[in-house]
T-cell receptor
């Protein structure tokens, strides 16, 4: 059974710092990995999707990397801003079908 | 929310009562999902649908049933709600973005079972 872990569970940083959020998964046979953002009381917003054949994806100040063999993905946020404060979740898909397995999330607070 | 509407957004009910949550989408997506989100467990798949009248179980389907009588609506029913079903429920659709299948979520429905 796939298990996805995100460490740390919570993170507080001053504005302007570059930071890395970690996601690890136990079964390396994945189809793709998706990073989401969730604001308090809101739904999930998709940030980046990395296919199993890819090493990284970038969108603005966000960069997600994938190392399938070691079962790890990182989300790099450059020059963090208070508006980046949210919970970040990673999820892996085991095949082209439907099952997404989520990590517990990292709650990020960026202080002005 | 990519045309996804969940209702009700908040509900408080008593143990043993039936509850139905509705997910409505306007973009004719084939795949729809129901997840629940709980502290310490992340999001877990309850049921999903791959077309009208076509549904299947997820990892936490006990105590839940679903129906999809038309493309735009996916209903989640708790026949007899229990306190362990207090949670935030998210509906999602699967859409193709730049050739990749991604999930897009609704805003969630917070259910409290007393």
């Amino acid at each position: 059974k796939q298990e996805v872990t995100q460490i740390p569970a919570a993170l507080s940083v001053p504005e302007g710092e570059n930071l890395v959020l970690n996601c690890s998964f136990t079964d390396s046979a994945i189809y793709n990995l998706q990073w989401f953002r969730q604001d308090p009381g809101k739904g999930l917003t998709s940030l980046l999707l990395i296919q199993s054949s890819q090493r990284e994806q970038t969108s603005g100040r966000l960069n997600a990397s994938l190392d399938k063999s070691s079962g790890r993905s990182t989300l790099y946020i450059a020059a963090s801003q208070p508006g980046d404060s949210a919970t970040y979740l990673c999820a892996v898909r085991r095949n082209a079908g439907n099952m997404l397995t989520f990590g517990g999330g990292t709650r990020l607070m960026v202080k002005p | 929310d990519a045309g996804i509407t969940q209702s009700p957004r908040h509900k408080v009910t008593e143990t043993g009562t039936p509850v139905t949550l509705r997910c409505h989408q306007t973009e004719n997506h084939r795949y729809m999902y129901w997840y629940r989100q709980d502290p310490g467990h992340g999001l877990r798949l309850i049921h999903y649908s791959y077309g009208v009248k076509d549904t299947d179980k997820g990892e936490v389907s006990d105590g839940y049933s679903v129906s999809r009588s038309k493309t735009e609506d996916f209903l989640l029913t708790l026949e007899s709600a229990t306190s362990s079903q207090t949670s935030v429920y998210f509906c999602a659709i699967r859409e193709s973005v730049s050739g990749a299948n991604v999930l897009t979520f609704g805003a969630g429905s917070r259910l409290t079972v007393l």
